[in-house]
C-alpha cells in the first residue's frame, strides 16, 4: 500500500516549520548572507522560539510570528517567547560553512506525473492546495479551518483512497463532508470515490492553541515508500541540508529527463567543509548505476547558491513541500 502525507498549513507540527521558515526568509531578504539556526515549538497558550543567528538584519520576531499565526487562524490563545541570540564568536567560522556536519542529501523523481513525483503524493498536495485556498477565498467556506491534513493511498498504480482531516468550526461535520465530497467531484480536484473526511468524527480548533506542535520533524516528501528525509526548516537557504537537498531532487529530474528510465533516486554525502559532495549514489529502477552521466562541478554548493536562489522562498516550499527550485 502506497500512501502520501500532506498535512494544511495551520496543522501544528507544520505551522511551526513555516514559522521558522518565515523568520529565516526574513532575514535573507534583509541580509543574504545570514547563518541561522531556528527551532520552534510549543503550544497551549506559549510558543518558544530559539536560535543562534549571524547577520545585519534586525526586525521584530515577535510581530512576524503573531502575523503567521493570524494568518492560519490564530489570533488569540498563543503568546510567542523569543531567544534568538547572536551566535558566539568562537562559532562564526563553523557558522559560515555550507556544510558544518555530515549531510545525506536524498531526491528522487518518477515520470508518474508532469511533476516527477508519485501519485499520490501530488494528489494530497493537490488537494491539501485547494482547501487551503477555499478557506482563504471562498466566504462560503468560512468554517473552514486551517488545521488539518490529506492523505492518499493507492495499492497498485491509480490512488482508490483519500481521506481528509479537517477542522470544521461550527459547520455541522454532516455539512461539511458533504461540502467537501460534492465539491471534489465538482471542481475536477479528484475522481477517487473512497473519500472519508474526519473518520474519528468531529474536529474543531486542533491548533497549536489545543495542541502541541515543533518544527524540523522527518518529512515523507515522497509518500512512505520512500525514505523520509530530514526537514530543513530550521536552516538558511545555502545550508547543505536545504540546498543539497534540492539539488539531489533536481538532479533527479535531470537525469530522468535524459534516460529511458522511469523512476530515479539520487543520495549525495556532503562532508563538513566540503562544498562538493564526497559520495554520489544514483540509480534508476532496474538498479543501473547513472553516476557516469554526472558532472560533480554541477553539484557544488557554492555554484547552485546562486544558480537555485533559493533564498526568501523557504516558507512556500516547507509549505507544500517543494522538492526543486524549478518549481518555485
Known amino acids: 500500500m502506497r500512501y ?193 473526511i474526519n473518520p474519528l468524527g468531529e474536529s474543531k480548533s486542533e491548533n497549536l492553541v489545543k495542541s502541541l506542535g515543533q518544527s524540523s520533524t522527518l518529512s515523507q516528501a515522497y509518500g512512505n515508500f520512500l525514505p523520509a528525509v530530514a526537514n530543513f526548516s530550521g536552516k538558511q537557504s545555502w545550508h547543505a541540508e536545504v540546498l543539497g537537498r534540492v539539488i539531489a531532487r533536481d538532479l533527479a529530474i535531470e537525469l530522468l529527463k535524459n534516460n529511458k528510465s522511469q523512476a530515479i533516486m539520487t543520495r549525495l554525502l556532503y562532508t563538513p567543509g566540503q562544498t562538493k559532495p564526497a559520495q554520489i549514489w544514483c540509480k534508476d529502477e532496474r538498479g543501473n548505476d547513472l553516476s557516469s552521466q554526472i558532472h560533480i562541478t554541477d553539484l557544488d554548493l557554492e555554484n547552485a547558491k546562486s544558480e537555485k536562489a533559493l533564498s526568501g522562498k523557504l516558507t512556500e516550499m516547507l509549505r507544500w513541500g517543494l522538492q526543486e527550485s524549478s518549481a518555485l
Open 4 to 196: 502520501a502525507y500532506q498535512p494544511l498549513p495551520g496543522e501544528p507540527n507544520q505551522l511551526c516549520n513555516i514559522i521558522a521558515a518565515s523568520i529565516i526568509d526574513e532575514y535573507e531578504r534583509r541580509d543574504t548572507t545570514t547563518a541561522i539556526r531556528c527551532s520552534v515549538n510549543g503550544g497551549h497558550g506559549a510558543l518558544f522560539v530559539s536560535g543562534q543567528v549571524l547577520s545585519q538584519a534586525d526586525f521584530d520576531v515577535t510581530a512576524l510570528v503573531k502575523r503567521v499565526l493570524s494568518s492560519n487562524d490564530i489570533h488569540e490563545g498563543i503568546e510567542p517567547f523569543i531567544a534568538i541570540e547572536p551566535i558566539a564568536s568562537e562559532n562564526v567560522g563553523t557558522a559560515r560553512q555550507a556544510c558544518d556536519k555530515p549531510v545525506v542529501a536524498f531526491g528522487y523523481a518518477t515520470k508518474e506525473t508532469p511533476e516527477f513525483l508519485p501519485l499520490p503524493v501530488v494528489i494530497a498536495r493537490n488537494v491539501a492546495k485547494w482547501l487551503s485556498e477555499k478557506r482563504q477565498n471562498d466566504p462560503e467556506w468560512f468554517w473552514l479551518g486551517a488545521s488539518g491534513w490529506v492523505t492518499c493511498g493507492s495499492k497498485d498504480s491509480a490512488p482508490d483512497q483519500l481521506m481528509i482531516k479537517i477542522d470544521h468550526g461550527n459547520q455541522e461535520i454532516a455539512l461539511a463532508r458533504r461540502a467537501i465530497i460534492n465539491s471534489l467531484v465538482k471542481e475536477g480536484i479528484t475522481n477517487i470515490k473512497n473519500v472519508e
